[in-house]
């Protein structure tokens, strides 16, 4: 039984690792997906991800920029007459020991991963505001890339942990103004995930791949599979009384002090 | 797959939805009797399951009642402890057996049925364990104050075991459901409705419409949060708690 039937959903940084394979996985189940990025699918990727009976679109975006967040949303409606799940899932990484960051560090960040962030749920909420709820009761889910580090520090990421604390303060405050029109918010918090800048990293660095297998109780880093089949469980009918709420899925990092 | 608590409520609503999914059952519960009937239900449906009388109050037995799993399906590859007991009594007046009693079967119980299916998951390769919690391990709550200070010590269980048993492929995470429709929930909320002298009925909608979603779930909906927890789909999760709670619980 596919999930997603003919559910609409759009991913901001659909087009990175994650966006990619939640996709695919998303595709095979049936939805029709709109990759939002400032980036266009790598035609490769994009090709695997194409499934037999779904859609599977690209959309130019930059979250930072309300303008082109409200317009590729509108684009979305005209064509597609609903929205069902939107992800603001696009976000950086500019890890900097905290006496050092600069404020065009601190800017960057937080203006992908929190305003677009912010951008992107609003725009989505608010064309689901507007909607007639579903066959499930559901007029609409919104889901943010959260990361485990939402709960604990790691060394020299102070803006990127800033970014994803306020994403889940945004997922709560949003569940509870938005639940009684049925609109169910929630933060999937990924690991350490193989994917981007940390594959980059550990690849290179082997101080880091030591670091992140002391650090990881389950001892290796996270799949780009195991966030999208996070992001299923969050889209999909199973979890339809959760609202407000964190998956963490991070391998049990955020348990353990390291030095 | 082995339940405690699994001839009642959500216990039972778990029972059936994982053998839906092919795996085979152990209801463990005190009540033998609403064991056999679960069991019953599903052999009617030719599912394999056993049932097996339990106090989780005594460890003897608890090893007992896991062996008797192993002895039957030769291996354990996942437990969930589903079986609580919920004292209703208002903070001033809770007694030393109304505490006991709460940590006896959801703290000590759930502690030793994780540590012994654990020994056994360990020898054949890995497994699974989750631990039913609440909402209100962190609530203050002037009525359920033992319930809730027993979850919270159900959290903190959760979290060691995915500490220690993580190199043994055990992954241990915990679940929060929201107010559901069960026999314990509506006993508690007469109770609380009595003890406080409320009108039960107008505490019940009252405690339905102050949630977010404006209704309560039930045992089938959350089962479905279980089975997530128990697929391949969820093996990055470890020490994690997953909050199915309507948004009753923000913090």
């Known amino acids: ?259 | 797959m082995v339940i405690t608590g699994g001839g009642h409520g959500l216990g039972r609503a778990v029972a059936k939805r994982f053998a839906q999914e092919r795996f085979r059952i152990c209801i463990l519960d005190i009540d033998a009797v609403a064991a056999q009937e679960v069991v019953k239900e599903l052999h009617k449906q030719c599912y394999p399951a056993m049932f097996a009388q339990v106090d989780v109050a005594d460890v003897n037995s608890i090893q007992w009642a896991l062996e008797a799993c192993v002895q039957r399906f030769s291996r354990i590859d996942i437990l969930i402890c589903s079986a609580a007991v919920a004292p209703v009594a208002h903070y001033l007046e809770v007694t030393p057996e109304d505490w006991d009693r709460a940590f006896a079967v959801n703290v000590r119980g759930l502690f030793f049925c994780n540590q012994r299916a654990a020994r056994l998951m360990r020898k054949t390769g890995g497994g699974r364990i989750i631990n039913i919690t609440s909402p209100a391990s962190y609530m203050g709550h002037a009525y359920y104050a033992a319930y809730a200070a027993s979850k919270a010590a159900v959290d903190s269980i959760t979290r060691s075991g995915a500490v220690a048993l993580a190199e043994y492929n055990i992954r241990v995470n915990s679940l929060a459901p929201g107010r559901m429709d069960t026999k314990m929930q509506e006993a508690t909320e007469r109770k609380w409705a009595e003890l406080a002298g409320l009108n039960y009925e107008q505490l019940v909608e009252s405690r339905t419409q102050s949630l977010p979603l404006r209704r309560r779930t039930t045992p089938e909906e959350i089962a479905e949060a279980v089975l997530f927890l128990a697929v391949d789909a969820s093996d990055y999760m470890t020490g994690s708690r997953l909050n199915i709670s309507g948004g009753l619980e923000l913090s």
């Open chain 1, 1 to 259: 039984m596919p999930k997603l039937s003919g559910r609409v959903i759009a991913i901001t940084g659909g087009c990175g690792d994650i966006g990619m394979a939640t996709a695919r996985v998303f595709c095979q189940e049936g939805a029709t997906v709109v990759l939002l990025d400032v980036d266009p699918p790598r035609s490769s990727l994009g090709k695997k991800a194409r499934g037999a009976s779904n859609t599977l679109s690209y959309l130019p975006c930059d979250v930072r920029d309300r303008a082109s967040v409200e317009a590729v949303f509108d684009r979305i409606l005209r064509q597609h007459e609903r929205l069902d799940v939107a992800i603001a899932n696009a976000g950086v990484v500019a890890n900097e020991p905290f006496l050092e960051i600069t404020d065009e560090n601190w800017k960057a960040t937080l203006d992908v991963n929190l305003t677009g962030a912010f951008h992107t749920a609003q725009a989505a909420a608010r064309i689901m505001a507007k909607q007639k709820p579903g066959k499930n009761g559901i007029r609409g889910k919104v889901l943010f890339t959260g990361s485990w580090v939402q709960e604990m520090p790691w060394p020299e990421g102070t803006s990127y942990i800033v970014s994803k604390s306020g994403i889940k303060m945004m997922a709560k405050t949003m569940a509870q103004e938005l639940a009684k029109l049925k609109i169910l918010v929630n933060v999937l918090a990924p690991g350490i995930v193989m994917a981007g800048l940390s594959k980059k990293i550990y690849e290179a660095n082997p101080t880091f791949r030591k670091r992140v297998g002391l650090a990881i109780p389950l001892g290796e880093m996270q799949t780009v599979e195991s966030v999208a089949q996070g992001f299923l469980f969050l889209a999909s009918d199973d979890s339809n009384y959760m609202t407000g709420a964190t998956l963490l899925m991070d391998g049990g990092n955020s348990l353990v002090r390291r030095d």
